[in-house]
């Protein structure tokens, strides 16, 4: 997929004035969270997330990313200061089912996830909880089923799944609430290289159809797709904005894939700044190297 690294540039900074138009789905202020008698892992985060966006998170280990995500969905509710979704505060309790119903997690190990027996049964008991008729259960998980290429595997056991069907299975289960948020939590790191590809595909294609996705990733070539990215460090935010911006910053780890174009450009090659697509950095380099 193509990020144009011009676009990431309107969210620099997570907000600015030109967001004011774009409807805020999460909104933090100074939200700070410790665990029972702990000392804080998030310290005063103050940021909005908009509808649509496809928002990155990435940050060391223990650096407060789960503990935030958590927040999202009202799972952890601040210890001080707000979160609030769709406008509503999470820590009224009256608020959490919509909360629920509207920003979806799916976490890192899909088989911890699966309550039914069979993969259409784990998929219809989120939609069953909202109370919906038979028919239109029916027809969301058989719509999901379609989306996630899982329509082949409806009466296995999700615990006999491969690890990228089993993820699959858990996003469906996600997606069949047709939540307004998507919020995934490191969902491939369990899973070995084609399965975590067919998961990416899938979270391209939910990327494409406009949901707003927060992706908690581990793996710096996702950077590449978001719409922003957000670094978390030691419970604050150490950076929030673009692409662009997070590569000029030179504190990172980067994608491989920009690591390589900015060494060929420092060893003389004439390679445009806003390539991002791998396709496009070959095409660009075989251009260098055939001229
Ligand atoms: P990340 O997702 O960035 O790896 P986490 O949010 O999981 O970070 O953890 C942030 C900090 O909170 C870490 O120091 C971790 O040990 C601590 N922590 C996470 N979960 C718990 C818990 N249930 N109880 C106490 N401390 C926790």
């Avoid at 089923?145 to 699959?168: F, I, T």
């Avoid at 939590?185 to 590809?197: H, K």
């Avoid at 581990?218 to 030691?234: S, T, W």
């Amino acid at each position: 997929m193509k990020t144009d690294l011009n676009l990431p540039l309107s969210h620099e900074a997570g907000s600015g004035d030109s967001s004011n138009e774009r409807s805020v789905l999460f909104e933090a202020a100074d939200l700070s969270f410790s665990y029972p008698g702990g000392s804080p892992v998030l310290k005063n985060i103050n940021l909005k997330i908009y509808k649509g966006d496809f928002t990155i998170i990435v940050g060391l280990n223990g650096s407060g990313k789960s503990t935030f995500a958590y927040h999202l969905n009202g799972l952890y509710r601040p210890t001080s200061g707000k979160m609030t979704v769709l406008g509503k505060d999470t820590k009224e309790r009256k608020h959490l089912s919509q909360i629920r119903r509207e920003v979806g997690i799916v976490f890192q190990n899909p088989y911890t996830q699966f309550v039914g027996n069979t993969v259409e049964e784990d998929i219809a008991f989120g939609p069953e909880n909202l109370g919906l008729s038979r028919e239109e259960i029916k027809k969301r998980v058989s719509a999901v089923l379609k989306a996630v290429s899982l329509e082949d595997r409806a009466y296995q056991d999700p615990s006999s799944l491969s690890g990228g069907e089993a993820q699959a299975t858990a996003i469906a289960g996600v997606l069949a609430m047709d939540p307004e948020c998507i919020v995934l939590d490191e969902v491939t790191s369990m899973l070995d290289i084609e399965a975590e590809d067919r998961v990416l595909d899938l979270i391209d294609g939910l990327r494409a159809r406009g949901k707003t996705l927060v992706y908690i990733s581990h793996n710096p070539k996702d950077l590449l797709k978001a719409d922003r990215i957000i670094v978390f460090d030691k419970g604050e935010i150490s950076f929030d904005g673009g692409l662009c911006g997070y590569i000029a910053s030179g504190k990172y780890r980067l994608p491989d894939m920009i690591e390589l174009l900015r060494h060929l450009r420092e060893n003389g090659m004439d390679i445009s700044e806003t390539i991002s697509d791998p396709k496009e950095a070959a095409d660009e380099i075989l251009k260098q190297i055939r001229s």
